[in-house]
């Protein structure tokens, strides 16, 4: 089985984006970051295959791959949600509640921080700061802000992402 096969052994039509990304960026000096970037824009997320791949391909250390993907927050190591849930734990945030608001979310959604629901529908993760102070404690769904909660708002909440 090549490097673009399933594992039914037909070409595999990520598999075959991934080998293009590579072959356009294989001759450029730091190509690792625009890799990484359009490789998680096809998978939406950056799986251990797919790491491995650019490892192979590109010649670098897959130690210095999970560095790189673990140190920028922009990259993902496991999949998200449809409605990807940020909540806030910048200062203002968290000193008004906002480990509250997380933790009532984990209870919720049944996950934790870092990982998606089982429908593929949330994935929960904990960020530093929106920029949004003045509304704290602030979380993030997708491009949607929602200020000065309180974790019984919770529920009604993922209620409004519910049935889309």
Same mark, same amino acid.
């Given at each position: 089985?090549?490097?673009?096969? *399933? *594992? ?25 970051? =625009?890799? @990484? ?6 998978? %939406? ?5 797919? @790491? ?5 391909? @590109?010649?670098? =250390? ?16 496991? =999949? ?16 008004? %509640? ?28 904990? *960020? ?37």
């Amino acid at each position: 089985m090549s490097a673009n096969e *399933c *594992c039914c052994g037909c070409a595999d039509e990520t598999s075959l984006k991934l080998t293009e990304i590579i072959a356009k960026y294989k001759e450029t000096r730091g190509a690792l970051i =625009p890799v @990484l970037h359009e490789a998680q824009e096809v998978y %939406g997320y950056l799986p251990e295959k797919v @790491l491995k791949t650019i490892s192979d391909e @590109l010649n670098v =250390p897959l130690a210095e791959i999970y560095g790189v993907v673990t140190f920028y927050t922009q990259f993902s190591l496991n =999949p998200k949600g449809r409605f990807k849930i940020n909540v806030c734990m910048g200062t203002a945030c968290y000193v008004k %509640g906002s480990g509250d608001i997380l933790e009532k979310f984990r209870e919720k959604l049944g996950i934790d921080v870092g990982q998606c629901t089982e429908d593929g529908k949330f994935s929960l993760d904990a *960020c530093r700061c929106i920029g949004a102070c003045g509304l704290a404690p602030v979380i993030m769904i997708n491009d949607d802000v929602h200020g000065r909660l309180v974790p019984d708002d919770v529920a009604g909440i993922l209620e409004q992402y519910k049935d889309l």
